[in-house]
T-cell receptor
Framework: GQQLNQSPQSMFIQEGEDVSMNCTSS?????WLWYKQDPGEGPVLLIA?????ELTSNGRLTAQFGITRKDSFLNISASIPSDVGIYFC??????????????FGQGTILTVHP | DTEVTQTPKHLVMGMTNKKSLKCEQH?????MYWYKQKAKKPPELMFV???????INESVPSRFSPECPNSSLLNLHLHALQPEDSALYLC?????????????FGSGTRLTVV
């Protein structure tokens, strides 16, 4: 099956710093999704990307769908303590199954020091 | 209403108990999902229901039994679980194919099997 390689696995940053994380795959994806999960909660969709080359922003978050369709990155600018959590990239399983299965990256654990 | 509601929030059960997890959404979504998530790991798909019919079973042990009574409700019946089944169980729903819309996740049920 498809694999998503997400990096870095964890980040420890100071409040106010910018953050960048990315996902790569050996297979082509048609959609990239970025989720954030707070402790004890379910993942929340941050940004969805549907076209190669697409650059989308949501407040301090910016994500891009790579031109090769095999990668995506998420940037967070001017981090704040509430950015703490686990960030997951996700993409649809390429098997074409409808109501399908998402492949998730392994997650990036973000810690922000005040 | 843009939420997926899961009950209970926490559940502790013995290995001989029978319990049920419940999930509800009123967004008119026609696909609903059960995921299992271990700490600091990505969610793993268990079941997919499409238009109230089971469409995907990811080779889940029979001690987990899903049920979709109507388009708004999804249950997961648990019986004779093992301690290794302790995890966060997430319900999700989507309007259409996940590739286009992403999922809305509930907050999860934290299950502990003793």
């Amino acid at each position: 099956g498809q694999q998503l390689n997400q990096s870095p696995q964890s980040m420890f940053i100071q409040e106010g710093e910018d953050v960048s994380m990315n996902c790569t795959s050996s297979s082509i994806f048609n959609t990239w999704l970025w989720y954030k999960q707070d402790p004890g909660e379910g993942p929340v969709l941050l940004i969805a990307l549907y076209k190669a080359g697409e650059l989308t922003s949501n407040g301090r978050l910016t994500a891009q769908f790579g031109i090769t369709r095999k990668d995506s990155f998420l940037n967070i600018s001017a981090s704040i303590p509430s950015d703490v959590g686990i960030y997951f990239c996700a993409g649809p399983y390429a098997g074409g199954t409808s109501y399908g299965k998402l492949t998730f990256g392994q997650g990036t654990i973000l810690t922000v020091h005040p | 209403d843009t939420e997926v509601t899961q009950t209970p929030k926490h559940l502790v059960m013995g290995m001989t108990n029978k319990k049920s997890l419940k999930c509800e959404q009123h967004m008119g979504h026609r696909a609903m999902y059960w995921y299992k998530q271990k700490a600091k790991k990505p969610p793993e798909l268990m079941f997919v229901y499409s238009y109230e019919k089971l469409s995907i079973n990811e080779s889940v042990p029979s001690r987990f039994s899903p049920e979709c009574p109507n388009s708004s409700l999804l249950n997961l019946h648990l019986h004779a679980l093992q301690p290794e089944d302790s995890a966060l169980y997430l319900c999700a729903s989507s309007q259409g194919q996940a590739t286009n819309y992403g999922y809305t996740f509930g907050s999860g049920t934290r299950l502990t099997v003793v």
